[in-house]
């Protein structure tokens, strides 16, 4: 804009400078030829002419001083501009930092949380009941419960009958109101008999039989009693224990066995 401006001015001044020489050069001619007034006339417009260049040039220095400043003002408002624009930058780049970190914090945290809520979950596991079902019946036991009755039947799989009948022993004085009860007296029973304490295994078995009736293991206990009865010498126990079985379950495998020994014994 400043150089467009001088420029214009230049053209001006050129101009005004021809219109003047064009003025002087008939007077300058008509002075060959004339008198004193012709020389005075050409020393005043030469005068004026130096007064008009002398106004121009003051201009045109004015001009070009503003122009200086108004290109020193622009530079120094684009090196504020870019000075502004670089800590913007900077601004941007540290709030993406902090953005990243945040969101390596919040993972951080969502990880530790799952940690922490996993842990939770298995204590909880450890402490909680849980659904189980065995001989046919669903109910509810503790970690603790189930352990300790998988660790007698593991006892009796190992044919440590001794040892598992101590184990179903403890279990039912652990647990009186356990789920695992009938089918625990049942097996507590049948390892008694397999150490030949008979007079236990039938106790074992009577209870299963007087307290849980409908119970799977229920006819199965009676005809292990009739046995025991047996092995005690005691036959006329043994009869009337098979006759109770027959007749109460009629449609058990224990019943088809015990009508079967019914007859041997007869």
Same mark, same amino acid.
């Given at each position: ?13 050129? @101009? ?8 002087? =050069? ?11 007034? @012709? ?25 070009a001083a503003e122009s200086r400043d108004a290109g020193s003002a622009s530079q ?11 800590? /913007? ?11 990243? $970190?945040?969101?390596?914090? #919040? ?5 530790? $949380?799952?940690?922490?809520?996993? *842990? ?13 079902? #065995?001989?046919g019946v669903e109910f509810s036991a503790s970690p603790e419960e189930k352990r ?30 356990? *789920?695992?009860?009938?089918?625990? /007296?049942? =097996? $507590? ?18 209870? /299963?039989?007087? $307290? ?32 109770? /079985? ?7 495998? @224990? @019943?088809?066995? *015990? ?8």
């Open positions: 804009m400043a150089v467009r401006t001088s420029a214009v001015l230049s053209v001006r001044v050129a @101009a005004a400078m021809a219109l003047v020489g064009a003025c002087l =050069w008939p007077l300058q001619a008509h002075a060959l030829f004339d008198d004193d007034e @012709a020389r005075k006339a050409i020393l005043d417009l030469r005068q004026k002419f130096d007064a008009y260049k002398l106004e121009v040039d003051a201009k045109l220095s004015r001009m120094r408002s684009l090196l504020e501009l870019s000075n502004q624009n670089e800590q /913007l930058r900077a601004e941007i780049a540290r709030l993406r930092g902090l953005n990243e $970190q945040l969101a390596r914090d #919040v993972s951080e945290l969502q990880r530790q $949380q799952k940690d922490v809520q996993a *842990g939770v979950d298995a204590r909880l596991k450890q402490v909680e009941p849980s659904k189980v079902s #065995v001989d300790e009755y998988d660790a007698a039947m593991e006892l009796l799989r190992k044919s440590d009958f001794a040892g598992a009948a101590l184990a179903y022993s403890a279990f039912l004085r652990r647990f009186p109101g356990s *789920g695992y009860i009938p089918s625990a /007296l049942y =097996w $507590q029973g049948n390892a008694l008999y397999a150490t030949r304490a008979y007079k236990e295994s039938i106790e074992s078995h009577r209870r /299963l039989v007087s $307290q849980y009736p409908t119970h799977l293991r229920t006819p199965e206990a009676m005809l292990a009693m009739a046995n025991s009865q047996v092995e005690l010498k005691d036959n006329k126990s043994a009869q009337r224990t098979l006759e109770t /079985l027959v007749r109460t379950y009629p449609q058990s495998e @224990a @019943a088809a066995a *015990g009508r079967e020994r019914l007859s041997r014994l007869r």
